[in-house]
């Protein structure tokens, strides 16, 4: 019977689901059908696996050969089975033992001369594959690095399809080595290197490295000098703590200030001092970038915390993931487990930061669109920067800002209430004199001492809060807070005054308790005291309203 | 018979007697006020069920004109005696977490004798709270249905300090002022009451379904009129007097030259009861009624829930402002914190770094911390003390002396 399977992966998200190719060849009119609502991409798989097969030296059937993807109700997308769907139609033709090809699952993309290229999303449809039961996959060389992070699996790496046909049927190459490299998941490939990527919308990247531990900071770092860090933020020792602190209880923050006070520079060294990602988020987290298609080339898995500064002409879809072909993740999935940096926040569309809402709330974005819903991770940490207005001058004597308090508090009201009601901390960033330049110098730490602390009040924090959904200070609902973790009694002096005072509202007084325990944390009591709410409340009234 | 009887009917078949007697009778019906001030429930019941009339007494049926009102009320009361459940029934409209109390029960609450004849004849409740312990410190908050967004603010916040200062509110079920006054109240975790004008068991308004379950859930919903009965327009007029009778006091927050809410304070100027109004702008037709009640009843004017207090509390009682603290209520401020204070009472640290201040004009975080010899940590948590004491404030180029 001259019917052959074969099996590949559609990736929904960040979720992939099996996918067989069937390869039919019969008696008919010679040529090839595709059935099972392909797209675009996938109906030009056709001539490109029918010259990829003439180009490799193999036989192309000339005889009526049809295809089907199952289940036939899921759109596929992409150049993605390219290499299922030939594999298929040589099993089918006999060219290779059919039962050799069941085993294994395929991803790639044929080139017309038959070479094997990468795909996108590897990871997640590796994953999936091991899931389903498949212990062998077959990727391009470029992804196989990437394949091999999933324990458990064999990756073949091969360059084209001749190998893969090779590696198949079991022949080896003249040279006398294997037709198709082997590795096996869960192991570092020897030339992969751990690196952190940092990376703009623009599509730049830098690959400066955290140096926070001695596991790290032995690769090389081609740059230590340039590498951003906490310490050269003087003469801003609030701004400093604010960071610390958000980055030890994950509180959002918003960042508000002149132009030149050192908004953007901070933001940047938030992931300076967050800890890296466990083995589990920073799966997650290259599983995302893959399916984004924005992993670097040679870098397996991304264990630094992704910072992520979408430009404020971003549109919705590019926030949040989306895309009328295949859905991809947006800025705000890519940053999960890391920062999500909007700098000049007011400028963004309205529609793009109340969709911010969803992923704020729910650490997912879901996207649907005709046939699927997609879902993707999104808990990120939400970094706001804004000028007091508009025309973005510095206040001064002469020249200075001519806004109106209208124009002002306009201009900051952009952002929405339901946004802001999500944000624990805000700070505000004046320019700094030389005076405050000098005395700062005795305080400022750099990002290497402060990661420490923030590592060590992450695990004090979960340590806490085991036993309940969350990990970090700031994913603690108010009223729980009020119910099971009230700070020490009496503790509330100051900002019971200040809320009598109406310096801040009952909805403040809780970000200022979250907080709280958050420097107690840091500062490493069992129980925000006196002098942790207190500090929090600094934090909290050093905006002026 | 004589009239001032002392009744020898077992309790229980009192209550259901006066159960019945909630299905046939609208409330405060002067005929069946007058009966019961002299019968027990049970002979008007029965009354009722035989058409003839229960003996004589002073002011019942002793001189021919009153005698005729009272066979009017009889056959009036009769036309609903079919429709009226068996006892089992009655005794089976308690489900559903529904319990009936009665003058003399030990939930009952006195200051509803004060209606005297109107008094209610028995009350349906849903909820867990106690009544009577609820109204000992409750105020009645009734205003507009057609609130502002002014009013609904100020009803939620006075409710809210009144609950955490462990005092009642009391209101209808409208929109408006009584649901805000509710909301704030539940806010505060604290026991709200909501008298209806149908059963307690029918949401009226029907948007309001949600709110009635949270309040049973915290404190009580409360009507004259069985379970099952619907609203009608001239009950929601009878039911004011229950809402000005079991507040010490009443606010009005918002009303209208004609707000029914105005009825209700007159229900409590005539029952002696401390009447309050909140003032508006005066310009605004929400608040015209209030500063009415002002000017010619001679409300007081209240602006927070301190106000309300002071003028409820019994002589005496110092304490009644300071909030009741619970272990939820660790933020509320410890006794002695209410007074606002000095520079002598701050700690050495704080101390030295409002005196590292400059005197004029502000000076960064670090500057004040070097200045004043201490660490970051030390000088970001005394400057958060200082500014919420209000020694402090936030200023272009860091922080400042507060000009008091």
Redesign the interface.
Known sequence: MPLARTYSVALIGVNGQVVEVEADITNGLVGMILVGLPDTALREARDRIRAAIANSGEEWPLRKITVGLSPASLPKRGSWFDLAIAIGILAAAAKVPRAAVEEVMFFGELGLDGQLRPVRGVLPAVAAAVDAGFGTVMVAEQNAAEAALVPGVRVIAACSLTAAADWLRGTPVCDGSQAAAEYEGGHELPDSRVRGVRRSVSGAVSDSSAVLDGRISRMAVPDVAAAPDLAELL?Q??AR?AAEVCAAGGHHLSLLGPPGAGKTMLAERIPTILPRLDTAAALEVTAIHSVAGTLPPQVSLLTDPPFLAPHHTATKAAIVGGGSGIILPGSASLAHRGVLFLDEAPEFANDVLDALRQPLEAGEVVVARLGVIATFPAKFTLVLAANPCPCAKV?GPQDGCRCSPAARRRYQGRISGPLLDRIDLKI?L?P??R??LL??R??AESSRTVALRVIQARERAAHRLRGTPWILNAEIPGSEL??TW?????????????LE?G?ISARG?VKV?RVAWTIADL?GRPRPT???????????????R | MSGARVSRVPLDEEKLARAALTYLAEPADPALGALLAICSPAEVLAAIKADMLPGTGPGCGDTPASRAALHRALSRWRTRLPSLPDDEEIAGARRGGIRLTCPGDAEWPCALDQLAQARPYALWLRGNADLRFACSRSVSMVGSRAATGYGGHVAGEMAADLGERGWTVVSGGAYGIDAAAHRGALAAEAVTIAVLACGVDYPYPAGHADLFAAIAAQGLVVSEWPPGRHPARMRFLVRNRVIAALGCGTVIVEAGERSGALNTARHAADLGKPLMAVPGPVTSVQSAGCHRIIREWGANCVTRAADIIELLSPLGISDALAPVGG??R?????PG?DR??SRDDLDPDSARVLDALPARGG?????I??EAGV???TV??????L????FIE?????WRLRRS
Do not use: K, N, Q, Y
């Open positions: 003469g020792p609030t703590r206040a505000e004046e700094v004199g005076r405050e005395s700062d005795t305080f009020r119910r009230p700070p020490m009694p009496g503790s509330l002096a100051a900002v019971e005054r200040a005072r310096l007084v308790i500062a006196r002098d942790d709410c207190d500090a929090a409340l600094g934090l909290w009234l050093g905006v002026r | 272990p939820d660790a933020w509320r401020p410890d914190a606002a204070p000076a960064g975080t670090s500057t911390a070097v660490d970051l940590d970001l948590r005394c400057l958060g003390r500014a919420g004491h209000g936030r200023c272009d180029r860091g």
